[in-house]
């Protein structure tokens, strides 16, 4: 029954991943260009926001999903099974935030120690609050929504390029595992 349940989370997680970075992919290179094109700001923004809460509801998913199953494999393995990539993979999940974590922990220092405000703690690249767009509606400034979409998209590719070793990682410890999935 363990070994089941190892094989299959280390394949679940495996998937996963790989379709986390496909998603981060995906958006930064086929989705946002188009986005880019649009002919007006308002357009653009409304769609923007819209992208933005889809992908991350749906990264927070398949990240839940296969942090918890490849953390759950090694677990499960017995200690001649437990091999580290599925440590390093899923530390590549994290780092996938890892600009998102360190600005919040810089911004509740800064809050904490400097007695800051919010906006004052908060560095240009803390969090998704960065790309909101300050004013009415009607005076949405084409500018500064092309400029937010191409910080998010910069984010996304680096997303992509760290889930994507996270998850070739994966692979090549599965390719490595067949051997030794005889316990």
């Known amino acids: 029954m363990s070994r089941t349940i190892v094989v299959l989370s280390k394949f679940v997680g495996t998937i996963s991943l790989g379709l986390l970075t496909g998603v981060s992919y995906t958006i930064s290179t086929t989705t946002l260009?188009?986005?880019?094109?649009?002919?007006?700001?308002?357009?653009?923004?409304?769609?923007?926001?819209?992208?933005?809460?889809?992908?991350?509801?749906?990264q927070l998913i398949l990240t839940t999903l296969s942090t918890s199953t490849l953390l759950l494999a090694y677990i499960l393995s017995p200690p001649r099974g437990r091999h580290p990539y599925l440590l390093w993979a899923t530390l590549a999940i994290g780092a996938g935030y890892g600009r998102d974590i360190w600005?919040?922990?810089?911004?509740?220092?800064?809050?904490?120690?400097?007695?800051?405000?919010?906006?004052?703690?908060?560095?240009?690249?803390?969090?998704?609050?960065?790309?909101?767009?300050?004013?009415?509606?009607?005076?949405?400034?084409?500018?500064?929504?092309?400029?937010?979409?191409?910080?998010?998209?910069?984010?996304?590719?680096g997303r992509t390029a760290v889930w994507g070793i996270g998850w070739l990682v994966t692979v090549v410890g599965l390719w490595g595992d067949k051997g030794v999935m005889r316990w």
């Open 33 to 58: 260009p188009p986005l880019l094109a649009l002919p007006t700001a308002q357009p653009a923004h409304t769609t923007f926001q819209h992208l933005r809460a889809l992908t991350h509801r749906h």
């Open 103 to 157: 600005a919040g922990v810089v911004e509740k220092v800064k809050g904490k120690n400097g007695g800051k405000g919010k906006d004052e703690a908060s560095g240009s690249d803390s969090s998704d609050e960065e790309w909101e767009v300050e004013g009415s509606v009607g005076s949405l400034n084409g500018e500064v929504v092309r400029e937010g979409m191409e910080k998010w998209r910069g984010k996304m590719m």
